[in-house]
């Protein structure tokens, strides 16, 4: 995994979250765009290293307020589209002991249109670069997008790419359980790398524990699966470096957002740099467990 391009593919979305005092901040956020934002942060000083982040956004004021977010933050929108009369999603955080519950609004959010065009996804994917996507991007699109994007990340994984899929399954995004089963299925018999979480597999699936997660997406072809168990050991295995269970250490929550997201940034980031599987696991913890203890998606360390 040892490249020095990662581009990110999925929703950038409004964010209001709580502030603690009664009031909401309007921010930037979603899955894939919060993993490319900590990913830059992790390369920091290391100008070799890119970071880019593929989308479609709309041509209204909020929409170019978001690129001009991405180029604040260093993140390549090189890839981002322009659909007319579209513009982004909204989602509105709410709180319970550090737990994050959602509230959307996304009909007319133009990233549903991201993979609409295959030769755009195929410039986009072409070179020696990691690929990430996102059980999410999959689930906002028509199925035929669907089927467009798998295609295009197939053809750029057989020319060198590396491709990685974050399961983050949200079953109200998707048509019905089985629908959503076939399309991570197939998502995942194009990923090198997979990083699921044990507690949505386990309610989709019926894993009854993060070994069996991981061996099911091991036969789906992954030579790489990390099965993230929030609070609880999670497991690893890659090929070539066998299988490890490891502990975070024990944070106190204060808001649970990105939690996932950012450890993604923090494994792949290390992995980038030549880290060996418990290296990049530990740099993950590590960064998900300083997220977690700080309000919103995207925290300034």
């Not at 978001?66 to 604040?72: C, H, T």
């Not at 737990?99 to 070179?127: C, I, M, N, Q, V």
């Not at 990430?132 to 669907?146: W, Y």
């Amino acid at each position: 995994m040892k490249t020095k391009r990662l581009l990110t593919i999925g929703e950038c979305m409004v964010e209001m979250a709580p502030d603690g005092h009664g009031k909401y901040s309007m921010n930037f956020a979603g899955d894939t765009l919060n993993t490319a934002w900590y990913a830059k942060r992790c390369l920091a000083g290391l100008d070799d290293y890119s970071v880019g982040y593929l989308t479609a956004v709309g041509t209204d004021s909020i929409s170019q307020k978001m690129l001009d977010f991405l180029s604040e933050s260093g993140v390549d929108s090189t890839y981002v589209s322009h659909t007319p009369d579209r513009t982004l999603g909204l989602y509105m955080i709410q709180l319970d002991n550090g737990e994050r519950s959602f509230a959307y609004w996304r009909d007319t959010s133009a990233a549903k249109l991201l993979a609409a065009d295959p030769s755009t996804l195929d410039t986009a994917f072409s070179g020696d670069q990691i690929l990430l996507f996102s059980g999410i991007t999959l689930a906002i699109l028509s199925p035929e997008h669907r089927q467009n994007l798998i295609d295009a990340l197939a053809r750029a994984r057989a020319q060198g790419a590396q491709v990685v899929f974050d399961t983050n399954i949200r079953p109200r995004l998707w048509e019905n359980p089985n629908i959503t089963k076939e399309w991570l299925s197939k998502a995942a018999s194009i990923a090198d790398v997979m990083l699921p979480s044990f507690d949505e597999e386990e309610d989709m699936f019926g894993d009854a524990k993060p070994q069996d997660t991981a061996l099911r997406y091991r036969d789906l072809g992954a030579h790489t699966v990390i099965v993230k168990n929030g609070a609880h050991e999670m497991y690893a295995w890659s090929q070539g470096e066998g299988g490890i269970s490891i502990s975070p250490d024990p944070v106190t929550p204060v808001d649970s957002t990105a939690a996932g997201d950012s450890f993604n940034a923090g494994y792949i980031t290390a992995r980038m740099q030549g880290a060996n599987l418990e290296e990049a696991l530990r740099a993950g913890m590590m960064l998900s467990a300083q997220v977690v203890q700080h309000r919103g998606a995207l925290v300034a360390l």
